[in-house]
């Protein structure tokens, strides 16, 4: 299969005319068509639950420090434990940090995963840990040789997103995909794992960009026709034809069974329809709505988020977006995200977990009101837990109180789609070091997405015609159901 880096000259320039443009409507070759036809809309749980319609992904880049958020140890010595004390929520018996008082009354909707663990295949730097966690496929050779110079290949496995917009049936008039408000360390270090790579370009998500200083302002590159492509020239047929044959012609010559007329028709759909950009406008929400889910950019792309979903779009991520003046301020060591090598505790109580917590539980508290949770999987996920010991020797030992890079045991949060809330699933060590039992990996959780969705153990087809399974390994972690 011969498709163009994605992140090359020749698909940066394509994104900046007509290709994001028909790309953003989530295109579909007949594999994806087939498959779906195939698959029907039965139940695949086994317990009469109907399959979810979208996911929502949040994704606390940098690292989360499980031991100080969702699996605290109170009987820990100090060293392991820090100062935070562990809260009752709604869920008997399950609790959760102090400094998470919203989300800990909205227990009794999520399950807790304590025993996530690499088991030995990460490398304990960011970019692994993306593409581990964003795709259930351990990272090869390449990712421990580079380290977080590996730069995202047309060749990786794909981001469990873009596998659910491949899946799922076409949305008339918004993509398949959607993450914001950012694309995750571009253009310097941009993470792989995020992207559709060898599923095909055309299922990559759509990136809507936030603006930290407006945090009500949401860019798509496809709604704001970059570059020299106006909508009068999209409304010339012979026009947009001729620039998406030249798209498919540099992207891929081996896909001769496009039927491009059907992409054109969606381009058109997706760039002419005001229910498009009624969905991005998120400035139409209530002010009382906007004010339960707090005034950053973070709040809003969770906002955004609930939007999208109940627009009907199959997957949205809402990739953490750091402020590093306040980052800098708490001397976090972190540059603005989750990744405290310093000064953990007063970043994570001054500034992470109150700007968590708030829109966090406001997004399940608002699905749930608004009927959506049952048909809506969230997670939040990230690349890796913190280190039990306090003190990374890159910021001052245990004087400068950080966590260092772990990998051996996280915590991430499951809810909606037909996920029992109130409930913790495994457990880890009496520091937080390891599994202790129900030990979990990434493609488990991969699995349990895919098993939500009603997509079984998907498949596509490669370049010969021959189907094959996008992730082999893992089970669905059907006790959550």
Request: proline share 7%; net charge neutral.
């Given at each position: 299969?011969?498709?163009?880096?994605?992140h090359?000259?020749?698909?940066?320039?394509?994104?900046?005319r007509?290709?994001?443009?028909?790309?953003?409507?989530?295109?579909?070759?007949?594999?994806?068509?087939?498959?779906?036809?195939?698959?029907?809309?039965?139940?695949?749980?086994?317990?009469?639950?109907?399959?979810?319609?979208?996911?929502?992904?949040?994704?606390?880049?940098?690292?989360?420090?499980?031991?100080?958020?969702?699996?605290?140890?109170?009987?820990?010595?100090?060293?392991?434990?820090g100062?935070?004390?562990?809260?009752?929520?709604?869920?008997?018996?399950?609790?959760?940090?102090?400094?998470?008082?919203?989300?800990?009354?909205?227990?009794?909707r999520?399950?807790?995963?304590?025993?996530?663990?690499?088991?030995?295949?990460?490398?304990?730097?960011?970019?692994a840990?993306?593409?581990?966690?964003?795709?259930?496929?351990?990272?090869?050779?390449?990712?421990?040789?580079?380290l977080?110079?590996?730069?995202?290949?047309?060749?990786?496995?794909?981001?469990?997103g873009?596998?659910?917009?491949?899946?799922?049936?076409?949305?008339?008039?918004?993509?398949?995909?959607?993450?914001?408000?950012?694309?995750?360390?571009?253009?310097?270090?941009?993470?792989?794992?995020?992207?559709?790579?060898?599923l095909?370009?055309?299922?990559d998500?759509?990136?809507?960009?936030?603006?930290?200083?407006?945090?009500?302002?949401?860019?798509?590159?496809?709604?704001?026709l970059?570059?020299?492509?106006?909508?009068?020239?999209?409304?010339?047929?012979?026009?947009?034809?001729?620039t998406?044959?030249?798209?498919?012609?540099?992207?891929?010559?081996?896909?001769?069974?496009?039927?491009?007329?059907?992409?054109?028709?969606?381009?058109?759909?997706?760039?002419?329809?005001?229910?498009?950009?009624?969905?991005?406008?998120?400035?139409s929400?209530?002010?009382?709505?906007?004010?339960?889910?707090?005034?950053?950019?973070?709040?809003m792309?969770?906002?955004?988020?609930?939007?999208?979903?109940?627009?009907?779009?199959?997957?949205?991520?809402?990739?953490?977006?750091?402020?590093?003046?306040?980052?800098?301020?708490?001397?976090?060591?972190?540059?603005?995200?989750?990744?405290?090598?310093?000064?953990?505790?007063?970043?994570?109580?001054?500034?992470?977990?109150?700007?968590?917590?708030?829109?966090?539980?406001?997004?399940?508290?608002?699905?749930?009101?608004?009927?959506?949770?049952?048909?809506?999987?969230?997670?939040?996920?990230?690349?890796?837990?913190?280190?039990?010991k306090?003190?990374?020797?890159?910021?001052?030992?245990?004087?400068?109180?950080?966590?260092?890079?772990?990998?051996?045991?996280?915590?991430?949060?499951?809810?909606?789609?037909?996920?029992?809330?109130?409930?913790?699933?495994?457990?880890?060590?009496?520091?937080?070091?390891?599994?202790?039992?129900?030990?979990?990996?990434?493609?488990?959780?991969?699995?349990?997405?895919?098993?939500?969705?009603?997509?079984?153990?998907?498949?596509?087809?490669?370049?010969?015609?021959?189907?094959?399974?996008?992730?082999?390994?893992?089970?669905?972690?059907?006790?959550?159901?």
């Amino acid at each position: 299969m011969s498709h163009v880096d994605p992140h090359s000259p020749i698909a940066q320039a394509l994104s900046r005319r007509t290709f994001l443009v028909a790309g953003a409507t989530g295109l579909y070759g007949l594999d994806a068509a087939q498959l779906q036809a195939a698959r029907g809309n039965s139940d695949t749980s086994g317990t009469g639950q109907r399959p979810a319609r979208s996911t929502i992904l949040i994704w606390l880049s940098g690292g989360t420090s499980h031991i100080d958020t969702f699996d605290l140890k109170p009987k820990a010595a100090r060293e392991f434990r820090g100062p935070f004390e562990p809260i009752a929520t709604s869920a008997p018996g399950v609790e959760i940090s102090e400094h998470l008082p919203l989300l800990a009354k909205q227990a009794h909707r999520f399950s807790i995963i304590r025993s996530l663990g690499h088991f030995r295949r990460g490398t304990g730097d960011h970019h692994a840990g993306y593409y581990y966690n964003l795709t259930g496929r351990a990272p090869d050779d390449s990712f421990r040789q580079l380290l977080n110079s590996r730069t995202p290949r047309k060749t990786d496995w794909p981001f469990i997103g873009s596998v659910v917009g491949h899946q799922m049936p076409p949305h008339p008039y918004l993509p398949q995909a959607v993450s914001l408000p950012l694309k995750p360390g571009a253009p310097e270090y941009t993470r792989p794992g995020q992207f559709a790579a060898n599923l095909g370009i055309i299922h990559d998500p759509v990136y809507v960009y936030g603006d930290t200083d407006n945090p009500l302002k949401f860019t798509a590159p496809a709604l704001s026709l970059n570059g020299d492509i106006t909508l009068d020239r999209l409304k010339n047929r012979r026009g947009l034809l001729e620039t998406l044959d030249t798209a498919t012609r540099r992207l891929d010559r081996s896909h001769a069974t496009v039927d491009w007329t059907t992409h054109q028709q969606r381009a058109f759909s997706f760039l002419g329809s005001k229910a498009t950009k009624d969905a991005f406008d998120i400035t139409s929400e209530p002010q009382s709505v906007r004010e339960r889910y707090g005034d950053d950019l973070n709040a809003m792309s969770m906002l955004m988020a609930r939007r999208l979903v109940e627009a009907g779009v199959p997957f949205v991520s809402v990739f953490w977006k750091g402020d590093k003046k306040a980052a800098e301020k708490l001397n976090c060591k972190s540059g603005g995200g989750w990744d405290t090598h310093g000064n953990n505790f007063v970043c994570l109580e001054k500034y992470l977990l109150p700007r968590f917590d708030r829109p966090f539980s406001a997004l399940l508290e608002d699905l749930a009101d608004r009927g959506l949770l049952d048909e809506t999987v969230v997670m939040v996920n990230s690349e890796m837990g913190r280190k039990p010991k306090i003190g990374d020797p890159r910021s001052g030992g245990v004087s400068g109180q950080g966590r260092d890079h772990w990998t051996h045991a996280q915590s991430i949060v499951l809810a909606g789609g037909g996920i029992r809330g109130g409930q913790a699933y495994g457990s880890s060590d009496k520091i937080g070091a390891y599994p202790a039992d129900k030990p979990v990996a990434p493609e488990d959780v991969a699995k349990t997405i895919y098993h939500a969705m009603g997509l079984g153990n998907p498949e596509a087809i490669d370049s010969q015609g021959r189907p094959y399974r996008i992730l082999e390994e893992g089970e669905p972690l059907t006790e959550l159901f």
